[in-house]
């Protein structure tokens, strides 16, 4: 069974820092991307960044900058430094990984509340 364990959400003023964890565990497979997904009231999940296998990253235009996505491949760990917070980046943030294990699995954290007061 595949977990991603998520850590580091919780609530800070604008102009302040957060960083988030997760770790996946289990029979993933080849993992080829991690990355995270967030979710505010009454809108869509949308991509915050994601790192494919090589280092290659992608980031929303909206935190590109201030965002900054890692990942440690013998941990099976990605974090997200989050700088500069904005009240706008308030949402419940989704671990979320991509693998090959008999055939293409896409995998979802729990998520974690991040709360930016103005």
């Known amino acids: 069974q595949v977990q991603l364990v998520e850590s580091g959400g919780g609530l800070v003023q604008a102009g302040g820092s957060l960083r988030l964890s997760c770790a996946a565990s289990?029979?993933?497979?080849?993992?080829?991307?991690m990355g995270w997904y967030r979710q505010a009231p009454g809108n869509q999940r949308e991509l915050v960044a994601a790192i494919a296998n090589g280092g290659s990253t992608n980031y929303a235009d909206s935190v590109k900058g201030r965002f900054t996505n890692t990942r440690d491949n013998a941990k099976n760990t990605v974090y997200l430094q989050m700088n500069s917070l904005k009240p706008e980046d308030t949402a419940v943030y989704y671990c979320?990984?991509?693998?090959?294990?008999?055939?293409?699995?896409?995998?979802w954290g729990q998520g974690t509340q991040v709360t930016v007061s103005s």
């Open positions: 979320n990984v991509i693998a090959w294990r008999l055939g293409v699995q896409n995998y």
């Open positions: 289990g029979s993933i497979g080849i993992i080829n991307r």
